[in-house]
């Protein structure tokens, strides 16, 4: 059976030293994170995912979710009870507003812990993961009476959220939805239509269900234009809160499908539900993106989330695993085989790993403090920083961050030869359920696009240009130490290939968007390769900084230094080949006609 043990000291290292969360202490709901309590959410979140919900996580794929004739769903066996415990130890408030009953935390504590959750059971964190998502919504476009009745319950969990866009005809194209909404005199809305795929859409862990659904009102534009967003609840809630009759929605059937067995994909049949407007009418798309953007960073996460539990597991089996003997002469001459740690193959798809995910978890709590400090920074200018920031980054966080997890939980299946084909491993758990990250939540191509076509270009080209500046920055700071100097350097490079890769496009794709859409997905990888780049010259920095200062945990910071410069030698080049392949445009990537994909007779 595989294990998983929370990364706490890696956490610890970023939020504590690296990010210094308590420098921020005169920032509102800051003061209350000093170290102390930092280590004390991030060493008990750990144990709790560890303990409780990573025992779960191979019996739930394998029994999955279950419908019954009358439309209800049984979760596999244990998850209402970790729901239960999960509930009472107040894990989902961590990060929610105090005035609804939240903790008040800063984003970086709630990040770090949902990072622990996904890791021990990606199936179980969506159930309060798509909680959180429907929570923001509600919370930036609800009103104040839809906030009192929904969100307090919504933050304890005992109510989960839901989000409902999807349906059979489109995913991507939400212009397209049917759902319809007829206004009724009462001021509710009466909903019908079918919605497809939709997470945690019915189950038995919680009393209440708050689905937001995007759906159109009569005589709206039939485009992205006339889309309005709704709260349906599964039970209609009284004034004072109280659980009334059922809503007309109902789990038409469940998916089976690649991965996340235990969490509940459903079709959910809306046949005249009483939903409630959320925003203002045709704004629905807008209010939804905040759920989305909210969601696109969780399932960022969720990619490195699959990642490192795989890596655990395939380190401790390099480590135990003999076949052959190491290239310069046995290592171990008494055994009859070297362990498999030894071969410098094996050792690179490990190396990969490590590198990527301790990357990628700064780049998420990184993340996690621009969401604080785009409401909570002292300036007006600091803010629109850290707004620009989060913005341009998170279809890089959900796309390359997805893209590479998944790739990383592969190459952790890999070094289990055979073994990890088989499913009592795990590691074939950990590939499926690592893949969806890719598609939901907007595909990769279509984070791609975000990035490209949308965030490249807005306010002139302001987001960009601040990234390169403090990119940048760094960069020329580092160059002052002789040992982050090379690392600085390398970085420059890459830096350099992004900057001719936006020029590039500056150039060419105004004349032929399709230039655009063939380079989109290269220069998402490039951005995370640089990014994640960044993210280890500081941490080698901060690093470094304690090494000279010779405190404790010297093979700790020794570990940071090593792997960041093993980044700048096996990630950062990469960046050059995207970048050609960005160049060489859309002419040969879309000169076929539909008959030279035929089959040949
Ligand atoms: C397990 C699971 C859980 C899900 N959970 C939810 C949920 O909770 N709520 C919800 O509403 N939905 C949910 N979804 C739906 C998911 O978000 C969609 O499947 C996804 O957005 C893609 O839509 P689609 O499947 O219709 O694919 P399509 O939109 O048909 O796309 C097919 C392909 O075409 C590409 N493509 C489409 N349009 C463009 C374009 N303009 N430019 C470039 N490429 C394009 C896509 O990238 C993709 O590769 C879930 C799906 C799954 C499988």
């Not at 000093?34 to 280590?39: H, I, M, P, Q």
Request: charge should be negative.
């Amino acid at each position: 059976m595989p294990s998983y043990t929370a990364p706490t000291r890696d956490a610890r290292f970023i939020i504590n030293e690296m990010l210094d969360l308590a420098g921020y202490a005169d920032l509102p709901g800051f003061e209350a994170a000093s170290v102390d309590v930092t280590d004390a959410v991030i060493n008990e979140g750990g144990k709790f995912c560890a303990e409780v919900l990573a025992p779960l996580n191979q019996s739930g794929d394998q029994e999955g979710c279950t419908r019954h004739e009358d439309g209800s769903v049984t979760t596999p066996k244990g998850f209402k009870e970790a729901f239960d415990q999960f509930r009472e130890a107040g894990w989902g408030t961590l990060s929610q507003p105090e005035e609804f009953g939240g903790q008040g935390m800063p984003h970086v504590l709630g990040f770090a812990f949902e990072e622990f959750v996904s890791s021990a059971n990606q199936a179980f964190g969506m159930y309060p993961g798509l909680t959180n998502g429907a929570v923001s919504a509600l919370l930036a476009k609800g009103s104040q009476e839809q906030k009192e009745k929904y969100l307090p319950k919504m933050i304890s969990n005992e109510w989960t959220g839901t989000m409902n866009l999807t349906e059979p005809h489109c995913g991507t194209d939400l212009g397209m939805i049917r759902t319809k909404a007829e206004p009724q005199a009462d001021g509710s809305y009466s909903i019908t239509g079918t919605k497809i795929f939709i997470s945690a859409g019915e189950h038995d862990m919680a009393e209440n269900i708050i689905h937001l659904v995007l759906a159109k009102t009569p005589g709206a534009p039939d485009s992205s234009k006339g889309i309005s967003l709704f709260v349906v609840p599964k039970f209609l809630v009284g004034d004072d809160g109280s659980i009334g009759e059922r809503n007309g929605v109902v789990c038409g059937s469940i998916e089976h499908k690649m991965g996340i067995h235990g969490n509940a994909t459903c079709v959910l049949n809306y046949d005249g539900a009483k939903g409630w407007l959320v925003g203002e009418e045709n704004k629905g798309l807008a209010a939804m993106f905040i759920m989305m953007n909210a969601a696109r960073l969780g399932v960022g996460v969720q990619g490195l989330s699959q990642a490192e539990v795989a890596y655990q597991n395939a380190v401790a089996y390099a480590l135990d695993r003999r076949q052959g003997r190491a290239l310069t002469g046995p290592a171990e001459p008494e055994a009859q085989a070297d362990p498999i740690f030894v071969h410098p193959d094996v050792r690179r798809m490990l190396m990969d790993a490590k590198a990527f995910t301790e990357g990628m978890r700064a780049l998420c709590l990184w993340g996690a403090l621009q969401v604080d400090l785009t409401h909570k920074a002292k300036t007006e200018e600091e803010r629109e920083q850290a707004d620009m920031l989060i913005g341009l980054l998170t279809p890089v966080i959900k796309g390359y961050g997805t893209d590479k997890g998944y790739e990383v939980a592969t190459n952790m299946q890999q070094v289990f030869g055979g073994h990890g084909y088989i499913e009592e491993w795990g590691m074939s758990q950990f590939v499926r359920d690592a893949r969806i990250a890719q598609i939901y939540e907007g595909t990769n191509g279509v984070q791609a696009m975000d990035l490209c076509g949308r965030k490249l270009a807005q306010k002139g080209g302001a987001a960009i240009q601040a990234f390169f500046k403090v990119v940048g920055d760094d960069i020329a700071d580092a160059k002052g130490d002789n040992t982050l100097a090379p690392m600085a350097e390398a970085l420059e490079k890459a830096l350099g290939q992004q900057q001719a890769a936006t020029m590039w496009f500056m150039q060419n794709a105004m004349q032929n968007p399709n230039h655009l859409g063939a380079g989109a997905h290269h220069y998402m990888h490039i951005m995370g390769i640089v990014t994640l780049g960044w993210m280890w010259l500081r941490m080698a920095k901060v690093a470094q900084a304690a090494l000279a200062a010779g405190g404790e945990d010297k093979a700790f910071y020794e570990g940071k230094v090593a792997t960041a410069r093993y980044y700048m030698d096996r990630y950062l080049p990469d960046a050059g080949a995207l970048r050609r392949k960005l160049e060489a445009g859309s002419e040969s990537l879309m000169a076929l006609d539909e008959d030279a994909f035929a089959t040949a007779a």
